[in-house]
């Protein structure tokens, strides 16, 4: 078995193996998706095994933000689990940034208790829906509208390059149109109010932002009477809308991190597209 960097090259592999253990439609079966996310070694890097077949067995991918390998897309082969080759990919990543991640699932937090990686309080999501919206029902909030957004289109970072996403840039805030489930979803806050005056006068129906337990902007957010997701009827899974699932994202590291260290939707696969909408 060997451990090595994935590069352009190994694509026609990789996909077999994205086809083999994604559902359908995953954003990994996507060539112009992986290099987004993995073709450039400032913003991320794709670790893969491969067995005396040439064939791919195992990968862990980083995405890198806020100078952490944030650690994604993990899966082993079962017959190569239990031979160190998790670790021998992770110490792949670990070479580039220390290591991070959020997990949703138990799979994967059972990983990283095994580990022993520092769990911190989940990741907190707050809604707010437009105040004009008379019956606040999932089928009258997450409905598509027709907005006109070429004004504050934006593409100037590497976030908002990613596929088929559609960033937004205005009044030094920033944010992702999610216009066919009737959402603004923000990324930066600089100014709550002008958020929310932008998000309804374009006629958005609600607007969310995710972010760690510690980022302060969340006291000014409770002031503007946002709620917690599980609160509101936007759910966190949008594509398709599944209703009543709200956010439940883990926030991990291996080593501890600084007070002041706060998650933003950019890192990580928790702002990725496949939370998002394609």
Known sequence: ??????????????????????????????KEFWIWQYGDKNFG???????????????VGANFG????????VYLDEECRGKGILGKLYSLAREYYPLAATA?????????????WYRYHDLIRYVKINPKIEKPL?????????????????????????????????????AICN????GLRVVDINDVDQIEDFAWSLGYNWIDYITSWNDLKLNQLEKNSWVLDSKSVVPWRLNPIQ?????????????????????????SDHGRIGSLIL
């Open 243 to 267: 209703k009543d699932y709200f956010c439940d994202i883990t926030f991990l590291s291996e080593k501890p991190l600084d007070n002041e260290f706060i998650v933003n939707r950019s890192y």
């Open 104 to 116: 949703a699932n138990q799979a994967g937090l059972g990983l990283y208790q095994k580990m022993r």
């Open 45 to 59: 890097r794709s670790f893969i095994c491969v067995n005396e077949k040439q064939e791919i067995v195992g990968h």
């Open 138 to 174: 999932v089928e009258n909030v997450c409905q598509n509208l027709n907005i006109d957004i070429s004004k504050w289109k934006n593409n100037d970072t590497h976030y908002f390059q990613q596929p088929t996403l559609n960033g937004l840039l205005f009044e030094n805030n920033s």
């Open 179 to 182: 216009q066919n489930v009737g």
């Open 66 to 73: 806020g100078n952490i390998a944030w650690i994604i897309n």
């Open 1 to 30: 078995m060997i451990t090595r960097e994935a590069t352009i090259e190994d694509w026609n592999k990789l996909y077999v193996f994205f086809k083999r253990i994604y559902r359908d439609n995953h954003p990994l079966q996507n």
